[in-house]
């Protein structure tokens, strides 16, 4: 079992002062901090082997090739794909989505139904909104359950949803603003029994908790590696080799090619033909790090621990006045958000900041989840394998003085 206290000497940024109070990181869910060994990785790249790759015959070519597909292998075995051609670099969720989307536009057809859920972020909401408009299919959602979504989704809604209509069936592992868990093998297993495609966005469990894709029998997933102690943009498209074979690609240019005529070109095979251009290779071997380190904690202890200090901010935040806590009570991950009645999330965040405490306010990209809850935007505290149970009491103190500022009682 990893020593969480200590962990944190491993994160240079998180030991510096904010307004003269000790930093205390609570924004997670947005962005992590990244450890000195990511950090290590990406300075000795670009001091020594900073060079394109593939192609290149020269020595630093060479060495920069081999660890940025040392990379592509590193994170196959991270997410147990079959094969290291089945990880697509991207700039993040966003694109991975996107790129899964723009290349199913000719394969639907009016009357085909995209299902999703009513907690989705928007990345894993509007490229279906844009692949539905453009192809005729239409769109559909899993409910969630309870006035605060306390219930998670309404899985008994599947049964009626799930129909041989639906081709492609999108859905969240872990809520960005509800720190619902979603049972996405369940999910995966009741999609393939009808035929559909499965896209799992990972975006907010892909540093929390053990990912097999093998096991999930999911047909793509998605993350971001800014969001699993790697750098920002760069991202994961996990695919099956056999649908990405089948994939149109989005992007082109060189890299992706075989050969090129003046009037024709041809593909090269996955991952290759979706990486036009010269890719994030710096990213990639830093997000590679970052698998290292996640599976060096183990990514069970980390979920473990995520989940407990989820349970107990929830927990403590629940005792404060005038509170509206969203999402469910057990069971959660590290995500909690929360709301006053008078006093608006931009301002908790700022007057937090205040006491070094680092929140996330607003709608959090979910705005037909908060319009279906009755809310403009929430606060929220997301934490991470580096905070401990002593950050969630400064953040209780804090919240009461700014309740008893705002006259909240």
């Known amino acids: 079992m990893p020593s969480w206290s200590t962990v944190r000497d491993d994160f240079p940024i998180?030991?510096?002062?904010?307004?003269?109070?000790?930093?205390?990181?609570?924004?997670?869910?947005?962005?992590?901090?990244?450890?000195?060994?990511?950090?290590d990785a990406l300075v000795h790249y670009y001091e020594r082997d900073n060079a394109n790759v593939h192609r290149g015959l020269h020595a630093l070519s060479t060495r920069a090739t081999d660890a940025y597909e040392g990379a592509r292998a590193r994170i196959a075995r991270f997410l147990n794909a079959a094969d290291p051609a089945e990880i697509i670099f991207t700039r993040g969720t966003t694109e991975s989505v996107n790129v899964v989307a723009r290349s199913l536009a000719h394969v639907l057809k009016p009357g085909d139904v995209i299902l999703s859920t009513e907690m989705e972020h928007h990345s894993n909401l509007v490229p279906w909104q844009q692949l539905a408009r453009a192809t005729g299919a239409k769109l559909r959602f899993v409910p969630i359950v309870g006035a605060d979504a306390e219930g998670g989704l309404d899985l008994a809604a599947l049964d009626r949803l799930l129909t041989p209509e639906v081709k492609v069936f999108a859905f969240t592992h872990l809520s960005n603003t509800l720190g619902t868990i979603n049972p996405i093998a369940e999910l995966c297993a009741r999609a393939r029994a009808i035929g559909a495609l499965t896209v799992i966005d990972a975006a907010q469990s892909g540093g929390h908790a053990p990912l097999d894709v093998r096991a999930l029998g999911c047909d793509y997933l998605v993350l971001s590696g800014h969001k699993m102690c790697g750098p920002t943009g760069i991202g994961v498209l996990y695919g099956k080799r056999e649908l990405l074979d089948r994939l149109t690609p989005t992007e082109t240019g060189g890299g992706m090619v075989v050969t090129v005529h003046y009037e024709d070109?041809?593909?090269?095979?996955?991952?290759?033909?979706?990486?036009?251009?010269?890719?994030?290779?710096?990213?990639?071997?830093?997000?590679?790090?970052?698998?290292?380190?996640?599976?060096?904690?183990?990514?069970?202890?980390?979920?473990?621990?995520?989940h407990e200090l989820g349970r107990l901010a929830y927990e403590k935040l629940a005792e404060l006045p005038g509170i509206r806590l969203i999402g469910p009570r057990d069971g959660r991950s590290g995500v909690v958000s929360f709301a006053f009645e008078?006093?608006?999330?931009?301002?908790v965040v700022t007057f937090a900041d205040e006491d070094g405490i680092a929140l996330r306010g607003g709608h959090h990209c979910n705005q037909p989840l908060m319009r279906k809850l009755g809310l403009t935007s929430t606060t929220r505290a997301s934490f991470y394998l580096y905070n401990t149970p002593e950050e969630i009491d400064a953040l209780v103190a804090s919240l009461r003085k700014i309740l008893k500022f705002f006259g909240v009682s």
């Open 342 to 347: 008078g006093v608006h999330a931009h301002d």
């Open 14 to 39: 998180l030991h510096q002062q904010v307004h003269g109070k000790p930093l205390v990181y609570l924004d997670n869910a947005a962005t992590t901090q990244k450890p000195r060994s990511v950090i």
């Open 265 to 306: 070109a041809t593909w090269k095979p996955s991952p290759e033909r979706f990486e036009a251009g010269t890719p994030n290779i710096a990213g990639a071997i830093g997000l590679a790090a970052a698998c290292d380190y996640l599976d060096a904690l183990g990514r069970d202890a980390i979920a473990r621990h995520d």
